[in-house]
């Protein structure tokens, strides 16, 4: 089974420190995604990364960035964290490109910034 | 802009039917369709592609009209295990980059 796993389920952080969300994937896929879950809005998409140093931006990047240095490990960074920040994260990783493969998800870190 | 899902929010006894419709304004290459339970990660259900082709889930079915950009998820003979939320995911250009729909609550009774 694939498995994605996200370094913490909760998260409490102050705005204006620096946050990092990492995401880890054991079947060797070359496509990562991270995207944020909100009540009423369901999933969009933050970054995406279709191979190692390899990034782009999804529909909503502003204020994140990205980090992929090795293909099992995707990491979310946020500059300054704000309260506008707080959320949902899920990780996902794709086996193939194209439109044609499954996301698989991480269970999600759910992140407060006060 | 992301697809738009109806409805909301059903209620179904066990055995009943619901259909969920997920519509995009932009011509499509794929559809696919998740389930999330509450406090779990969304879990892959369905894959329309253009052209006829699906893969996924075989007690779930979908179809895909690509003329119209729309996609309905057929729940059939509906299991407690139903319930969740139910995304649609859509995929203009076959890179794989989702815009997701806000999402259609399924509560299954007994």
């Known amino acids: 089974d694939v498995k994605v796993t996200q370094s913490s389920r909760y998260l409490v952080k102050r705005t204006g420190e620096k946050v990092f969300l990492e995401c880890v994937q054991d079947?060797?896929?070359?496509?990562m995604f991270w995207y944020r879950q909100d009540p009423g809005l369901g999933l969009r998409l933050i970054y995406f990364s279709y191979d190692v140093k390899m990034k782009e931006k999804g529909d909503i990047p502003e204020g994140y960035s990205v980090s992929r240095e090795k293909k099992e490990r995707f990491s979310l960074i946020l500059e300054s964290a704000s309260t506008n920040q707080t959320s949902m994260y899920l990780c996902?990783?794709?086996?193939?490109?194209?439109?044609?493969?499954?996301?698989?998800f991480g269970p999600g870190t759910r992140l407060t910034v006060t | 802009q992301q697809p738009v899902q109806s409805p909301q929010a059903v209620i179904l006894r066990e055995g009943e039917d619901a259909v969920i419709n997920c519509s995009s304004s932009?011509?499509?290459?794929?559809v696919h369709w998740y389930r999330q339970k509450h406090g779990e990660a969304p879990v892959f259900l369905m894959i329309l592609l253009k052209g006829g082709e699906q893969k996924g889930h075989d007690k779930i079915s979908a179809s895909f009209n690509e003329k119209k950009q729309q996609s309905s998820l057929y729940l059939t003979a509906s299991q407690l295990s139903y319930s969740g939320t139910y995304f649609c995911?859509?995929?203009?250009?076959?890179?794989?980059?989702?815009?997701f729909g806000a999402g259609t609550q399924v509560v299954v009774t007994p």
């Open positions: 995911g859509t995929d203009p250009d076959s890179w794989g980059k989702l815009q």
């Open positions: 996902a990783s794709r086996g193939g490109a194209g439109g044609s493969y499954e996301q698989y």
């Open positions: 932009k011509a499509l290459y794929s």
């Open positions: 079947m060797d896929h070359e496509n």
